[in-house]
């Protein structure tokens, strides 16, 4: 079955604690990218990933690295959380960009305390 | 920078009755997409519908269609014969050819009534 594929899907922590979201995908998109969604917000994109090894910041990029070492994979990491940082997270995947509709994970909620 | 805003933060009508999404966007660009995604309460992105801003048609998927205005940079989607299943959060997005992100809306949290 084709998907994306987040872990986890729920995460309460505290501020300060490293924490690493992971994104796999199994259609060999090109493309992936993080959103964060908040009300009254909708999604924001963090950061996208045109290939492998090729990253680039998004709207809201402060507080969040990613990485993309393989095709498949692409985690958000947050070195060092913060409140603000509490949120709903998406990961998405598609074909090289243009027309092709992304693909979503279902969603990571972050909690910070 | 393109933009797309969504008027209704919240919306309910009764089962079987017919409902109406607002979305507006702004763009310079010529050649774009539009969509239409449903968020139920389990967070998952469905895409509802898409629209080619090149195709004068409007797009429908059984009882979901769109008015696409390309003048008036509006898109909204009407959902006819209501169902329970249809109550979400809905989005709307903007998307073109070379884009590294869709753009959302703010969303429109839409109830179905028995």
């Known amino acids: 079955e084709a998907q994306v594929t987040q872990n986890p899907r729920y995460l309460i922590t505290v501020t300060g604690k490293k924490l690493t979201v992971t994104c796999s995908q199994n259609m060999n998109h090109e493309y992936m990218s993080w959103y964060r969604q908040d009300p009254g917000l909708g999604l924001r994109q963090i950061y996208y990933s045109m290939n492998v090894e090729v990253t680039d910041k998004g709207d809201v990029p402060e507080g969040y690295k990613v990485s993309r070492k393989e095709k498949r994979n692409f985690p958000l990491i947050l070195e060092s959380p913060s409140p603000n940082q509490t949120s709903l997270y998406f990961c998405?995947?598609?074909?090289?960009?243009?027309?092709?509709?992304?693909?979503f994970g279902d969603g990571t909620r972050l909690s910070i305390l | 920078a393109q933009t797309v805003t969504q008027s209704q933060p919240e919306m309910s009508v009764q089962e079987a009755e017919t409902v109406t999404l607002s979305c507006t966007y702004d763009?310079?660009?010529?050649?774009?997409?539009l969509f239409w995604y449903k968020q139920p309460p389990s967070r998952q992105m469905i895409l509802v519908i898409r629209?080619?801003?090149?195709?004068?048609q409007n797009a429908t998927e059984n009882r979901f269609s769109v008015n696409f205005q390309k003048a008036a940079k509006s898109f909204s989607l009407k959902i006819s014969d209501s169902q329970l299943g249809d109550t979400a959060m809905y989005f709307c997005a903007f998307d073109y050819q070379g884009a590294q992100k869709l753009v959302f809306g703010q969303g429109t949290r839409l109830t179905i009534n028995p």
């Open positions: 998405a995947s598609s074909f090289y960009r243009g027309n092709q509709p992304q693909h």
């Open positions: 763009t310079s660009e010529n050649n774009y997409y």
């Open positions: 629209q080619e801003a090149y195709k004068q």
